[in-house]
């Protein structure tokens, strides 16, 4: 396949994300997708938590309310309906917390199935329109000469595939949340994840280039 | 509801297009950014953030804002995360374009990416406390 000049992929790549986040109200991050998928048993809490916090949000304050009794008593009614600092505190904070809206934003683990499934179609459609697409059994001729053999490169992957599913849930983001998303924002903790694992993969490249 | 799913396919696609037509899953192409000798990939990478970033000043306060903060995995989880890149080639979203190019290893790196996945909430549950902040999309 013949690859785009760099400046026609950085074009595509950065509108792409800028329509993402347009369309979505999310900056782009692909590992999230992958979170999402994992934890999908506790998708249903996420769900009706969602829902009740949109649904009556008065009924949240008087459960909030009633919860705040239980747990300090009744005394609290006293200490609120009293002239008292706490009172006059507590309204200036109340003041404060109704601005803020209680909004989950909720999106079900199957849209993000779905968005990375497509993903492997838009791919597939890619290599269709340039006449490209072949099954193979290699990743690349390179991978195949680093790895020696079909059953070592093959246990590599899959460890290096549990390296890039661990790594990224730890570091909280990967090559679109952080090094895209986050680095276009400028914020540090992505420059510096950025920065680490474009190192270690420099690294870890030479080192196998040079055994080759 | 119905609209979500329409989106996120179609971002999907264009997605998976855009980076196949980059050549961003070719194992080669990464080998060849990762040891410095050729450009075009990491010109790529910067050109695309430095779009992103001049549109999303444009645009301030109409693009939605992240809070990702250093904590303690963020050293060694990109860490981990760059060597099993130099190894299979793939990132979280890679590994999908790769498929769609017919390469069948790529199915072992899918399988690994959920292992690993799965594997870092049951140890974040269990010993890791700390909030990671990822991506909320």
Known sequence: MEYWEWWIGALALGLFSVFFSFLTGKPLGVSGSWLSIARRKEDAILKASAEVLDGNQDEVKDDLMAMTMAEFGDDVLADISADSPQRREGEANAEVTDEIKLKQDYTPWTVHVLFLVTMFLGSYLASLTTGDFSWSIDLSPLHTQIFENDGEAWIALLFGGMMVGFGTQMAGGCTSGHGLSGCAQLIPASLLSTAIFFGSATALTILMNSMV | ?137
């Not at chain 2, 899953?25 to 779009?51: H, P, Q, W």
């Not at chain 2, 990702?68 to 760059?82: A, D, E, R, Y």
Request: charged share 15%.
């Open chain 2, 1 to 137: 509801m119905f609209k979500k799913y329409l989106i996120y396919s179609l971002l999907g696609t264009a997605m998976g297009f855009i980076l196949a037509r980059i050549g961003f899953a070719d194992y080669d192409e990464i080998n060849k950014m990762f040891a410095f000798i050729d450009f075009r990939l990491l010109l790529t990478f910067a050109g695309s953030v430095a779009v992103l970033m001049v549109v999303s000043f444009l645009f301030r306060g109409r693009f939605p804002s992240q809070d990702k903060f250093i904590q303690p995995g963020t050293v060694p989880g990109s860490m981990l995360f760059g060597f099993g890149w130099a190894v299979t080639g793939a990132c979280p979203s890679l590994v999908f374009v790769q498929l769609g190019q017919g390469r069948l290893p790529a199915v072992m790196t899918l399988f690994g990416i959920y292992l690993g996945v799965v594997l870092y909430r049951k140890m974040h549950a269990k010993y890791f406390l700390w909030d990671v902040g990822s991506c909320s999309s």
